[in-house]
């Protein structure tokens, strides 16, 4: 499918070096302790939380992290008051960015990813320069080589459960559904025996894009990297197919 999202490759994060863990397991912490304040602190009436806390058990966050950061969400333990900035922009060779981030100090926050635009060849732009190109979908990913059923019955339980759309490729599944419709069909998928890798709400492109030249992929890439080593950075969507 098109776009980017780093939290698609969380599986393959696992093996990172402990630098990079400890970037990754930041992020986490800082998306599960402002779930845990949009609703509540449990995790079976808040989807949100519940979503947060599945994604770092998948990356193997230790249990400790994972209380201490929901008890800063509800408000149990102190600690920097969280925020939700998304910022925009276009990369090299004109493809689109949105980035979310999570800050305690969004002065700090915003000169660091323009900077990360700049030098990497790209430029952040106002707000809505660029989320006109980019709708908000529920989105669930299936490891094919995990899956206990076939992919057409998979595919047929999904459309029942009221998937938009299934696309198949690098040996996933990804299912596409509107946004209000994630913990349904999520919820639907697992009772049916079919595990799901990954559930979230993602930015997704309505006009997909290519690179092909040389100088601007390797910019590109730079400027991913950045953005991924980034402690701010909870994620990024682009319109790059």
């Not at 599986?11 to 400890?22: F, M, T």
């Not at 696309?167 to 599944?173: A, F, S, T, V």
């Not at 006009?207 to 980034?230: G, H, I």
Request: glycine content about 10%.
């Amino acid at each position: 499918m098109s776009g980017h999202s780093k939290w698609a490759t969380i599986k393959r994060q696992k093996g990172v070096a402990d630098v990079k863990r400890g970037n990754l397991f930041t992020k986490l912490a800082n998306t599960i302790t402002v779930a845990a304040r949009s609703g509540d602190g449990n995790p079976e009436t808040n989807f949100r939380l519940r979503l947060a806390i599945d994604k770092a058990k998948a990356a193997s966050m230790p249990k400790d992290n994972i209380e201490r950061a929901v008890k800063r969400g509800t408000g149990e333990l102190g600690g920097a008051q969280i925020e939700e900035v998304v910022y925009e922009g276009y990369g090299p060779g004109g493809i689109a960015i949105l980035v979310e981030t999570l800050t305690d100090n969004k002065n700090r926050t915003g000169p660091v990813i323009r900077n990360i635009f700049s030098k990497h060849g790209g430029n952040m732009g106002n707000i809505g320069s660029v989320a006109w190109m980019f709708e908000q979908k529920g989105v669930i990913r299936l490891d094919l080589s995990a899956a206990t059923k076939p992919k057409d019955e998979i595919e047929l339980s999904a459309i029942d459960a009221g998937a938009q759309d299934v696309r198949e490729g690098n040996g996933d599944l990804t299912i596409l559904c509107a946004n209000q419709d994630l913990e349904a069909l999520k919820k639907t998928l697992e009772e049916k025996g079919i595990p799901v890798e990954y559930a979230e709400v993602e930015y997704i492109a309505s006009t997909p894009m290519s690179v092909s030249d040389a100088k601007a992929r390797e910019q590109l890439d730079a400027l991913y990297a950045d953005l991924d080593n980034c402690d701010d950075v909870n994620n990024y969507y682009t319109n790059e197919t």
